[in-house]
């Protein structure tokens, strides 16, 4: 294992990256924060690139759900996972989220990076436990988010 802490913000400088780099230290470190964890939470990573956030959850004692579309970003991931030894604790799947067919709910939902955003909510709002959350963090898929929760969805958006 690369992490000995429980607290998160794992350094960057810790994980493999592909193409796209990883989600900050600091974000990770806020977002895990927001998600107001209890324990034990189930929680999907939409567009899970690295698989840092991923990691972050399932250190705290989450079982996840990672999906990611892009074959690079899928294998910088599995080999983040396994190097935190973490094959146990994190389901990694490949494949275009409007199309992945998921066999859980879910306390939370995280969407770090995404496209099809709308069409992705279409497939994991009914998977979302009563009084789940949902975490954007890119200002893009923050305001997206909003815009499209607000259109269908019964969600308090803040």
Request: proline share 1%.
């Given at each position: 294992?690369?992490?000995?802490y429980?607290?998160?913000?794992?350094?960057?400088?810790?994980f493999?990256r592909?193409?796209?780099?990883?989600?900050?230290?600091?974000?990770?470190?806020?977002?895990?924060?927001?998600?107001r964890?209890k324990?034990g939470e189930?929680?999907?990573?939409?567009?899970?690139g690295?698989?840092s956030?991923?990691?972050?959850?399932?250190l705290l004692?989450c079982?996840?759900?990672?999906v990611?579309k892009?074959n690079?970003?899928?294998?910088t991931?599995?080999?983040?996972?396994?190097d935190?030894d973490?094959n146990?604790?994190?389901?990694l799947?490949s494949?275009?989220?409007e199309?992945v067919?998921?066999?859980h709910?879910?306390d939370?939902?995280?969407?770090?990076?995404?496209?099809?955003?709308?069409?992705?909510l279409d497939n994991v709002?009914?998977?979302?436990?009563?009084?789940?959350?949902?975490?954007?963090v890119?200002?893009?898929?923050?305001?997206?988010?909003?815009?499209?929760?607000?259109?269908?969805?019964?969600s308090?958006?803040?």
């Amino acid at each position: 294992m690369k992490w000995a802490y429980k607290s998160p913000g794992i350094p960057d400088n810790i994980f493999s990256r592909s193409k796209a780099g990883l989600t900050r230290e600091e974000i990770r470190a806020i977002t895990v924060s927001k998600a107001r964890l209890k324990g034990g939470e189930r929680i999907l990573d939409v567009g899970t690139g690295s698989g840092s956030v991923s990691i972050e959850f399932a250190l705290l004692g989450c079982d996840v759900t990672a999906v990611e579309k892009d074959n690079d970003h899928f294998e910088t991931a599995r080999r983040n996972i396994a190097d935190f030894d973490l094959n146990d604790k994190i389901e990694l799947i490949s494949g275009e989220m409007e199309d992945v067919k998921l066999s859980h709910n879910f306390d939370l939902i995280f969407f770090g990076g995404t496209d099809n955003l709308d069409k992705s909510l279409d497939n994991v709002y009914k998977h979302l436990k009563l009084g789940g959350r949902i975490i954007a963090v890119r200002l893009e898929a923050v305001v997206e988010s909003m815009n499209v929760l607000k259109k269908g969805y019964h969600s308090e958006c803040s």
